[in-house]
């Protein structure tokens, strides 16, 4: 099994069909996948137990970075855009990855005194995620 230090990771975006470039500035990243389930459950099942079968699937990804809008990468994560994405939880092999499209749903900034200002975007997918292993 292979294991990651966080710091090596890398998210790249792009809107309106461009090349995937990296988001500078990055200090975290998160993939948040999750399936609908259906209740199958009849009458007269044995056990009284419910059972399931699964539904729609959809994911979220985000990223905290450095607020930076010289960074033409994040200034193009507008609230609104369609956008790819693509994910490395390792810059060395780059071998492994989550990659797909979605709507940036959410953008917010904030600062405190004694720290650098910022920025949080999040993505929700529009179809599958695609991973690869």
């Known amino acids: 099994m292979s294991t990651y230090k966080g710091q090596d990771g890398v998210f790249q975006a792009v809107t309106a069909g461009g090349t995937l470039a990296t988001v500078n500035q990055l200090k975290s990243y998160s993939i948040e996948q999750s399936v609908d389930s259906i209740e199958t459950t009849t009458m007269g099942t044995a056990g009284d137990a419910k059972t399931f079968t699964t ?31 693509k994910i490395w939880p390792n810059t060395t092999s780059e071998a492994e990855s989550w990659a797909g499209s979605g709507i940036v749903t959410a953008s917010s900034q904030s600062g405190e005194l004694g720290d650098l200002v910022g920025s949080s975007i999040t993505v929700q997918g529009s179809g599958v995620l695609t991973t690869v292993a």
């Open 55 to 85: 539904g729609q699937s959809t994911w979220t990804a985000s990223c905290e970075l450095l607020y930076d809008l010289n960074n033409a990468i994040q200034a193009d994560l507008i609230v609104g855009e369609s956008v790819d994405i």
